[in-house]
């Protein structure tokens, strides 16, 4: 049972226009959600995150929204530029109880690419 | 301030064979954790360690293990390798304080 969902494997979008990353979710009890970039070859690399009792975070061109009564975010890049082309994760977290600590999971990913 | 270590990048084992992978957090980060990434599966958790004591633990057999250093850093073994071992090992450590997890760069293991 895949608990958190990207349902779009790639996306692609001009220069300058905005990027929008969607991800679904199905565990109620999730209460932090992070996205990270991906390029092969490499780790993972932490864009921007949100808690549960928020419904959105902005950190300069990246913007995360939170619906809970939707189980659904998504991530809005503006402008996008061509070194944004890459793989995008969401993940999300149960914090509470130390049975749940540090165990992030992760949706399939979406691959963006931003074209000149 | 550095950020997190892994070593090897790139082993290559046969089957059969054990393998041990090392990872050094970020310093001052007492919480690491080892994730699998493969084609079909995606990214999965393995386990997390903070303070020298496995707190969590995904659905991984037994084969899949690891420990912590009081320095923090960790290792994670894995031992009579099957070729579906084959993927990239990551590591991610992170504070006592905030939920980000940074990664480190992976180590590719492919078994033949």
């Known amino acids: 049972d895949q608990q958190v969902k990207q349902n779009s494997p790639s996306l692609s979008v001009q220069e300058g226009r905005i990027s929008i990353l969607n991800c679904d979710y199905t565990?109620?009890?999730?209460?932090?959600f992070l996205w990270y970039k991906k390029y092969p070859a490499e780790g993972p690399t932490f864009l921007i995150s949100?808690?549960?009792?928020?419904d959105k975070n902005e950190d300069g061109r990246f913007t995360v929204f939170l619906n809970k009564s939707a189980k659904h975010l998504s991530l809005h890049i503006v402008p996008s530029q061509p070194g944004d082309s890459a793989v995008y994760f969401c993940?999300?977290?149960?914090?509470?109880?130390?049975?749940?600590?540090?165990?992030?999971?992760f949706g399939q990913g979406t691959t963006l690419q931003v074209k000149p | 301030k550095a950020g997190v270590t892994q070593t090897p990048r790139y082993l290559i084992k046969t089957r059969g064979q054990q393998v041990t992978l090392s990872c050094s957090p970020i310093?001052?980060?007492?919480?690491v954790s080892w994730y699998q990434q493969t084609p079909g599966q995606g990214l999965q958790f393995l386990f997390e360690?903070?303070?020298?004591?496995?707190?969590n633990k995904g659905n991984f057999p037994g084969r899949f293990s690891g420990r912590q250093f009081s320095n923090s850093r960790s290792e994670m073994n894995v031992s009579t390798l099957e070729l579906g071992d084959s993927a990239l090992y990551l590591c991610a450590s992170r504070n006592d304080i905030d939920n980000e997890q940074f990664f480190g760069p992976g180590t590719r293991l492919t078994v033949l």
């Open positions: 360690y903070f303070s020298e004591t496995q707190r």
């Open positions: 949100i808690s549960s009792i928020k």
């Open positions: 310093s001052g980060h007492r919480s």
């Open positions: 565990n109620s009890m999730f209460d932090y």
């Open positions: 993940a999300a977290e149960t914090t509470a109880g130390s049975s749940n600590t540090g165990k992030l999971i």
